[in-house]
């Protein structure tokens, strides 16, 4: 093993000196991603973009093999369409970029840009659904989405993003629940086992749960500041959106019913998630099963002589034969550049496994391959590349989770007094157990007093009833409580 | 070969009474589409997303096979950077959309829906671009675009609309234009592999290139009713938008220049062009390399007897066969219609092949395959089935294209005279090739007199000189000329 810390290129703020400095320089300086020039808006660059690519990918296949298909549903929201629910244009209105001048003309109803589609597709499900023979609707749909953010950071929170958003409509009651559960456990085992980030998950509180919704599940990840990111939501809506926009089915027993729906979405946000999750001093250390580059390969010239001899060809045959196997390689072949700048250049970008072969790794018919997270190194002889490369990253991402997952548990805290959790909240905060009246006005002080707010109540096990940590009335269950990205 | 009509399920208006009437009934009725609550915005439904899935994939692995790789750049684009290249403004500016109003609050400066990316993407090039070492800059975006347009329709002209856009810059002129071509010859072998939609190609007249580029080229399709549809654009726009923009680049002399930029495009107005070049009075006829379902099978209940014991699991056994050789197959088991039912069904869904199988098939151990194009029937033993099934969508794909191209040619007319250009533009349409003398005023006299515009005009071979059909010049080559979507 070697931990001597390779030479920086480009240097990144201490994550222990200003961590969100930190992440903006590891996403600016990596080229996950630029500022565009409406604040707000970034611009996803290639490096950034390929990980969403590969995340689509997955997910996408994850999410057809449920029975769900996609398709695509207009940007622009009528105003009128929006306020068909309440609940729900209270939650979004104030976060809408409206449209008013098109075609050189005033509209007569200013259309919002999407902020979710609930209000688009339940309008249209509204002509399409007559029969319990045409449930349940099961439709996903990629695309982008404006929220006008006051406070925004590259992937965290932007004006526009891109998701995937998920809209199902159900005959029955009990079917929709199932639908949104299933859909909480698929983002749970994607972002486990894809992002290596581990995940709480639960309900969420009454004041936290989205705009229409009956109840919100999520799933939340703890970041190295001890805050914790909401990765993905599913929402169980119940009749509410199918009464707004007039959906109706005739049911087995010829009855005019209401159907239940539900949404659920992840966002490129998940991104973000990874960078804070992984990353380190050297910057991005990107999980192999989303990494753009899984290995690179980083000729060492000779001291004498003619790389491009003596090095090159068995670095393309090496590029080539790792290609075949299904690993995504690079060969950095740049004349311009010494292996020590390369080294700190692909660290920054996070590439899991970097793979040196030198004029004696040619004699000697071997490579070395050295870890991003631990600079661990190994000389493997060239015959059993691909299954050491491929074993290295197979172990690579296991013990990113297994590392992610011995942080957030060292970070959660059970917390038996309202003393405890203000101090922890104010120091090394992360995730607090603690019990809740489930009051919303006992919430909302809590958020004042701490900047905390509920994150997840976890359902599992047995109730454990308990008294409220901060008013001591009767608590059902403890939940989850965490500053929050 | 049988070449018996199969009893409508759904009526479709015959392409001979009102060919744009036809357009519609098809594109509702197979549920490719269906209009949203703004005019202009369609919604396109998962069976006619499910063919743009189909083409997005194959398209994106050809792109990046040319070197590009993709990024997401934001969808709004201040005003005052639209207005930096002037004639990009001109031509796009009537069209836009506004935002004015983002969070309760009138922004200080609107906000363009991007029509296309030019403005935005040259403005974060000029940020990445330094040296020449920096080119080619070869980027991908695939995302949605607005345009506000008076008259629309489903996937061929709509308000917002899916599409990729590329945009590269390059260190010469010389590499721009290649780009530009290559990009156009990826386009065409698309269009023609892909949807069996056979094309004329080669650079637009001034009139009607690209707002903003140097020189625009275009492929072309002929529509059914003999108009054609501009089917893909390439663009070389020379350094205007470097200028315009302000990027440039320290080339290998260490001289400040200003790189050559190119953009290209497809959208999804590619379906539209699938659906009018195949489809026939029974609906659509979909090019298997992008048929959602490639294979339908369609089990006959025996008169007597369970279906459910004798046919079904046939039919699925043969289903996961299918499945497992790659073919794209959907087993119709509804318990609610009859077979003549289905047929006119995947009929008007234009699915290439049927699979028809009874207890007479199940006994002597075969199938029947229909083709969707001609109906011809035959019977395969099932052991055969798999290279059987796909030599009949490698034949129908081959034959639609075809089929297409004698069409096309039987359609394009060389005409000598101005009298004869206008009656043909009266009556047949389709493309009229004609000398033309390059004088914009005399091209726009043509399209007043005969609705007619220069699609292309090609540039193979060798110069064939004429004098203009309209006002008798000189014509250093024929144009292709005709009404246009």
Redesign the interface.
Request: with cysteine; proline share 11%.
């Given at each position: 093993m070697n931990n001597e810390k390779a030479p920086t290129l480009k240097d990144v703020t201490p994550r222990s000196q200003d961590y969100s400095q930190w992440y903006l320089d590891v996403v600016l300086k990596a080229e996950l991603a630029?500022y565009?020039?409406?604040k707000g808006?970034?611009?996803?660059?290639?490096y950034?973009?390929?990980i969403?690519?590969a995340i689509q990918a997955e997910l996408d296949r994850r999410i057809k093999a449920t029975g769900a298909?996609?398709?695509?549903?207009?940007?622009?929201?009528?105003k009128s369409?929006l306020e068909k629910e309440k609940e729900h244009v209270e939650g979004f209105s104030?976060?809408?970029?409206?449209?008013?001048?098109?075609?050189?003309e005033q509209l007569e109803e200013?259309?919002a840009?999407r902020p979710t589609s609930e209000a688009?597709i339940c309008?249209?499900y509204a002509?399409?659904v007559n029969s319990w023979?045409d449930l349940p609707v099961l439709?996903n749909q990629w695309?982008?989405v404006?929220r006008?953010?006051?406070v925004t950071r590259p992937f965290l929170r932007t004006?526009?993003f891109?998701w995937q958003e998920g809209h199902t409509l159900h005959a029955t009651e009990t079917e929709a629940e199932e639908r949104t559960v299933m859909m909480l456990d698929l983002y749970r085992a994607f972002v486990e086992e894809m992002l290596a980030v581990p995940v709480v998950h639960g309900p969420k509180s009454e004041r936290e749960k989205f705009a229409g919704a009956k109840t919100t599940y999520a799933i939340e990840a703890l970041m190295g500041d001890g805050k914790a990111l909401q990765a993905g939501t599913s929402h169980n809506l119940g009749q509410q959106f199918g009464k707004a926009y007039g959906i109706e089915f005739l049911d087995q027993n010829m009855q005019r019913t209401v159907p239940w729906s539900t949404s659920w979405g992840m966002t490129t946000r998940l991104i973000g998630a990874a960078v804070m999750t992984h990353g380190d001093d050297s910057g991005l250390i990107l999980p192999p099963r989303v990494a753009p580059i899984q290995v690179v390969i980083v000729p060492i010239p000779p001291r004498k002589g003619d790389w491009s001899v003596e090095i090159l060809p068995k670095a393309r045959e090496i590029l080539a034969t790792l290609r075949a196997a299904g690993i995504r390689a690079h060969l950095d072949d740049r004349d311009?550049q010494q292996p020590g700048y390369k080294y700190a250049d692909w660290e920054m970008r996070g590439v899991p496994v970097r793979l040196e072969i030198g004029p004696k790794d040619v004699e000697k018919q071997q490579v070395v391959l050295v870890r991003r997270d631990n600079r661990a190194k190994s000389f493997v002889p060239m015959p059993g590349l691909v299954p050491a490369a491929s074993a290295l990253l197979t172990s690579l991402q296991g013990d990113l989770l297994l590392r992610a997952r011995r942080f957030t548990e060292e970070n959660t805290t059970r917390v038996a007094s309202y003393d405890e959790f203000k101090s922890r909240m104010a120091d090394k905060r992360g995730f607090l157990v603690a019990d809740w009246c489930r009051d919303g006005a006992c919430e909302a002080a809590i958020k004042d007093e701490t900047k905390a707010t509920v994150r997840v109540i976890p359902q599992e096990g047995e109730a454990v009833p308990g008294t409220c940590v901060r008013c001591g009335r009767p608590s059902p269950r403890p939940a989850y409580f965490a500053q929050a990205y």
């Open positions: 630029d565009g020039p409406v808006c970034m611009v996803i660059r290639p950034g973009y390929a969403w690519e298909v996609n398709a695509y549903f207009p940007l622009f929201i009528p369409f104030p976060e809408c970029a409206w449209v008013t001048i098109g075609g050189g200013p259309l840009i688009m309008s249209m002509k399409w023979r439709i695309c982008n404006v006008w953010e006051k004006t526009e891109l311009t």
